[in-house]
């Protein structure tokens, strides 16, 4: 099973800062790589997949890149709305599908 | 508009069973698989089970099988999760979530139903 290490577990920034979060997997995925976003109280949305593709309706301050075994999630300038957790995700063709344990994006 | 809408989830003691259903709008049904996901406060988010549209293919996560069954039924629209033999490490929040295109990766999601396993 992929282990998909995630970091750092907290990022305390203001809005219209940068962000950018890193996911590392236990052995190569290729682009197999998501990212999601939990807000409080919510359920968890999908944001970029296969690394660096856009989710439908995400917006472009989102963006995503890596491959193998190291993967960035960049915010580029932080609404008040991201203020959120992110977690990383190996998806493949079988299962099973392992997510990261998280980057809570806090405001500073 | 998509919506996934999970009942069923409640506080049941070690060793109960619980039954959990999903309910779904806004789509086909029958054409999409569907998949079961929890978040819990030992392990986080943890995929938990999946069925194909006709319900001929199912997995599970391996240190689930044989305590969770997952099923549905495309007349009514719905997703059932059987639970059986649960442990207090079960309690969490239990979502259902729509396959996005590729398989293991999941969008829509539910709001959640959360499981309570406590004697």
């Known amino acids: 099973e992929i282990v998909l290490t995630q970091s750092p577990a907290t990022l305390s920034l203001s809005p219209g800062e940068r962000a950018t979060l890193s996911c590392r997997a236990s052995?190569?995925?290729?682009?197999?790589l998501a990212w999601y976003q939990q807000r409080p109280g919510q359920a968890p949305r999908l944001l970029i997949y296969?690394?660096?593709i856009r989710a439908t309706g995400i917006p472009a301050r989102f963006s995503g890149s890596g491959s193998g075994t190291d993967f960035t999630l960049t915010i580029s300038s932080l609404e008040p709305e991201d203020f959120a957790v992110y977690y990383c995700?190996?998806?493949?063709?079988?299962?099973?599908?392992?997510f990261g344990q998280g980057t809570k994006v806090e405001i500073k | 508009e998509v919506q996934l809408v999970e009942s069923g989830g409640g506080l049941v003691k070690p060793g109960g069973s619980l039954r959990l259903s999903c309910v779904a709008s806004?789509?086909?049904?029958?054409?999409?698989?569907m998949n079961w996901v929890r978040q819990t406060p030992r392990k986080g988010l943890e995929w938990v089970s999946s069925?194909?549209?006709?319900?001929?293919?199912?997995s599970y996560a391996d240190s689930l099988r044989g305590r969770f069954t997952i099923s549905r039924d495309n007349a009514k629209d719905s997703l059932y999760l059987q639970m059986s033999s649960l442990r207090v490490e079960d309690t969490g929040i239990y979502y259902c979530a729509r396959r996005f295109y590729y398989e293991g990766l999941f969008d829509p999601w539910g709001q959640g139903t959360l499981v309570t396993v406590s004697s």
């Open positions: 995700q190996h998806r493949s063709n079988l299962a099973p599908w392992t």
């Open positions: 069925i194909s549209g006709s319900g001929s293919y199912i």
């Open positions: 052995q190569s995925v290729g682009a197999y």
């Open positions: 806004g789509f086909t049904f029958s054409s999409h698989t």
């Open positions: 296969d690394a660096s």
